[in-house]
């Protein structure tokens, strides 16, 4: 076998333990590749950078583990919450290790303080942060069995071959993994150095592949935090405030609602009254029963227009126009439900003196510490089970439903399944923040001199972790002594293109909102008003969209992205009246996109009748084309770019919440208009880069950013008009409440749901 893993070498662990346990050296940590030198921030050190560089000192208490039946195990400290990463994961051991994928045992580690900043689940970063650190522990471990094997047969490792999980000899002997793990396990912790397989004989990764989980998905076999059985834990649901973060003042009638049936208690906690009761069913009947006079919330009173006003005056100064022609445009983007397929939900039993609690968690060491402040017990009594989730896309970077379940819990001392409502979520849980982005092109000729934009937004909540990471490394950042959303944003946010001085500033305002980010932070709304800016001076100056953009684009590889949907998409080919396309760029986290979009804006398609929904233009075909280094698992990366391109229609046509005195109006699926089958694209082709790089780039939030774009700029081309709201349709949606049973009442203060 001799030595084919190639010429880099690492350094790893033996840890003492009665099978072989291997990990990374700590510290280990590469940088990813850029796409190509800039002079912004982000072409020298961006977000993803940043998070992987926080991981890097933790990576050797990440561990692989070989048992004695063969099978390999990896406890991933991140959230898999339906982006594939257990899958990709998996991949990484195979590889390796050279066993069979479906062999790999890959679970979800409990909140583990001393991972430290190794445990955030966000930004794109898990393949990048973990790609190197699992592949050494594996390879580890792969060198330890074979070295195991040549003692047992008195046959040198290089005459061995290892394949599928089994070891055989030049004379056709044979031993499974399983049978070594012990004989290669170690007494004691050693440092040993190892090489990884080079690329070339890379047989696993780059391939595409199934995701482990799908027939459990599929066949319901697959265990989420409301399917989990714990003894003694009932289902739990709150009432809460009519507007956000109302309050408890009172409650008329708590002895009347004990006594429903199946309810075993009622208690007032900090976010609303507590139901527990035998059934969901049976809790929504007590939560309807509830008569509740309510304090005002954090933004009472407000509405849409309230907060662009407040937004206006926020914005910081863009300067005086250059003496040189420009354009200016000022773009709205209203807030956006981030509620998951999933509900919000969790299990706790908290007892004297302890507590444990289970549930999606993409940031549990944090979770684990603020439950503990919560209860008032000391961090290492409580402890955190991280549960797989139905969808996330930052909703579960934030885990206040464990929060609340371990207050019922605690309350009640009792065990409880919590569970929120969808009209929770709409209304009193995470949001992406409303915001403006103005944006100003200067220019001689055809020559873009200068871009400016202003985005300024409701205050975006980063206390999930990211901000003790920027404190932790401030010294090493390259943005100066900046506050925390901003050093996100200047860490994210880069123009992609050769447009002269660019200055990209962020302003915030308005902490009363419970904000978060949506398939990401900022770029959705900060790459649409570009791209649209981009278009608009195209129209100005009579310039191919495309062409345009390919001549101002700084490398090669992201002039591919825009090529490739260029001519898959057929770029230019001729439209009807009342449909056109349109075409987009986003660079992210070391990994470059593009999106072609075909819209039809006709009289007969926007007001087509749609049953308990809304019609309006329809994106009738999306190409995506996307670049992100090596892709560990192509099958995985085009379905997370599919999500994307159905995340950005909706962004652009349908999906925002309406604002009104201190609450939203949508309250569930029904009339929060995210992209439904009648407004999916019936031909969507997703094509996947070939790249030499050994190296993956971030993939999961890239898909949303040019396809909002794309979708905007060809809305624009279609109707002649370019469009600044966003969604398009967010003020001629046709939008009335349901009425709720019993019907609301005129006061919101007396205790009912305004839709449950």
């Known amino acids: 076998m001799g030595d084919p893993f190639g010429r880099r070498r690492f350094l790893g662990f033996v840890l003492a333990a009665p099978t072989l346990v291997a990990a990374a050296e700590l510290g280990l940590a590469e940088t990813t590749e ?19 560089l926080a991981a890097a000192p933790t990576s050797g208490l990440v561990t692989v583990e070989v048992g004695r039946d063969g099978t390999v195990s990896f406890a991933l400290p991140r959230a898999e919450v339906g982006q594939g990463i257990t899958t990709s994961t998996a991949m990484l051991i195979a590889e390796e290790l050279i066993v069979p994928v479906e062999a790999v045992r890959v679970t979800l580690a409990d909140a583990r303080p001393d991972l430290v900043f190794n445990q955030l689940t966000g930004a794109s970063n898990t393949t990048i942060a973990t790609y190197t650190p699992i592949r050494v522990a594996a390879a580890l471990a792969r060198d330890r069995l074979l070295r195991a094997a040549s003692a047992e047969f008195g046959v040198p490792v290089a005459g061995l071959t290892l394949a599928g999980g089994v070891v055989t000899t030049p004379s056709g002997d044979r031993v499974g993994i399983g049978a070594l793990a012990v004989k290669a396990a170690s007494t004691r912790t050693l440092r040993v150095p190892v090489s990884l397989t080079p690329r070339e004989k890379f047989t696993v990764i780059g391939t595409s592949h199934g995701r482990v989980d799908a027939r459990a998905a599929v066949t319901g076999a697959k265990k989420f935090a409301m399917d989990l059985g714990v003894d003694g834990a009932l289902p739990a649901m709150v009432c809460r405030a009519p507007t956000i973060n109302g309050t408890v003042g009172s409650v008329a009638n708590l002895a009347e609602v004990r006594a429903l049936p199946g309810v075993t208690d009622v208690v007032v906690i900090s976010t609303g009254v ?58 709205t983007f209203h807030f956006r439900g981030n509620s998951a397929l999933e509900p919000n939900c969790a299990v706790a039993d908290v007892r004297p003196g302890r507590a444990e ?13 603020t439950i503990a402040a919560k209860l008032g017990l000391p961090v290492d009594a409580v402890t ?42 709409a209304r009193q849980g995470r949001t992406h923040p409303m915001a403006t982005s103005r944006v100003r092109i200067s220019y001689a000729g055809d020559t873009v001199l200068g871009y400016d934009q202003r985005h300024t937004s409701v205050s975006t909540d980063l206390g999930h972790g990211f901000g003790e990471v920027v404190t932790a490394l401030a010294a090493q950042l390259p943005v100066g002594d900046i506050g925390f959303s901003e050093t996100f944003f200047q860490l994210s946010q880069a123009l992609p293109y050769r447009f002269g001085v660019t200055t990209q500033l962020l302003a915030e305002t308005g902490k009363g909102f419970n904000t978060g980010s949506m398939r990401n932070v900022y770029s959705p709304d900060v790459a649409c008003a570009r791209e649209l800016m981009v278009d608009r001076f195209c129209v100005e100056r009579g310039k191919d969209p495309h062409r345009f953009r390919r001549g101002v684009l700084p490398d090669d590889r992201s002039r591919a992205v825009l090529d490739a949907v260029a001519g898959a998409g057929s770029w230019g080919r001729p439209m009807p009246s009342g449909t056109a396309q349109g075409i987009a760029f986003h660079a992210e986290y070391h990994s470059v996109s593009a999106a072609l979009v075909e819209i039809d804006c006709r009289p007969g398609t926007v007001n087509r009748p749609i049953r308990d929904g809304v019609a309006g233009p329809r994106v009738t075909k999306a190409v995506f084309a996307v670049d992100v280094g090596l892709a560990v698992n192509p099958l995985g990366l085009e379905a997370q770019m599919t999500g994307g391109i159905m995340d950005g229609i909706a962004l652009a046509l349908t999906s925002s919440l309406h604002l009104k005195d201190g609450h939203f109006l949508e309250a569930s699926w029904d009339n929060y208009f995210y992209t439904r089958q009648w407004n999916t694209p019936p031909d969507v082709r997703v094509i996947v880069m070939p790249s030499t790089s050994d190296r993956p780039g971030g993939a999961g939030e890239l898909g949303v950013a040019a396809s909002v774009a794309a979708v905007a700029c060809a809305y624009g081309r279609a109707t002649g008009t ?13 939008f009335e409440p349901k009425p709720t049973v019993p019907p609301v009442p005129a006061s919101p203060t007396d205790g009912l749901r305004h839709a449950f």
């Open 34 to 52: 850029a796409a190509a030198p800039s002079p912004q921030i982000t072409g020298l050190f961006d977000l993803n950078d940043v998070l992987t």
């Open 274 to 331: 507590a139901v527990r009761a035998a059934t969901f069913g049976q809790c929504i009947d007590a939560v309807r029963a509830l008569r509740v006079t309510w304090r005002p919330g954090t933004v009472e009173g407000k509405s849409d227009d309230t907060v662009l006003r407040e937004l206006a005056a926020a914005e910081l100064p863009i300067g005086l126009p250059p003496p040189v022609p420009t354009l200016e445009s000022r773009f």
């Open 357 to 369: 609690i289970r549930a999606s968690l993409k940031s549990p060491i944090v979770a684990r510490q």
């Open 384 to 425: 955190v089970h991280v549960v797989e989730g139905g969808g996330s896309f930052g909703r579960k970077l934030f885990f206040d439903a464990a929060l609340e379940a371990a207050e019922v819990s605690q309350k009640v001392g009792k065990p409880v399944k919590l569970m929120w409502h969808r009209a929770d979520d």
């Open 722 to 734: 370019m469009p600044t709201t966003f969604p398009i349709n967010h003020s001629t949606l046709s």
